[in-house]
């Protein structure tokens, strides 16, 4: 998969992490989909190197979804908490 699809991925995957996980992120909606992008290319990397699975050159392997969703869901999650107070 090229590095365009894998950003329109991490887009996707981002927006998929914001509704399984609610809430006010503290960089708002451009935060997120960075974070999105930045966790679909980190899961795949994880998935790659320690769960021997490497991500697909199909860009509607369900795997490939799972591992970006899974990486934006953690980067969601260490985000919200180190910056989390930030918009109060």
Do not use: C, E, Q
């Not at 997120?32 to 860009?59: E, M, N, Q, Y």
């Not at 969601?76 to 918009?87: C, E, P, T, W």
């Amino acid at each position: 998969m090229s590095i365009i699809g894998w950003i329109i991925l991490g887009l996707l995957a981002g927006a998929i992490a914001k509704v399984l996980l609610p809430g006010r992120d503290p960089g708002g909606f451009i935060g997120t989909t960075l974070i999105g992008i930045a966790g679909a290319f980190i899961g795949g990397w994880i998935s790659a190197r320690w769960l021997d699975h490497p991500v697909s050159k199909h860009f509607y392997d369900g795997a490939t979804w799972a591992a970006a969703v899974g990486g934006s869901l953690v980067l969601l999650i260490v985000y919200r908490i180190l910056f989390g107070n930030s918009r109060d």
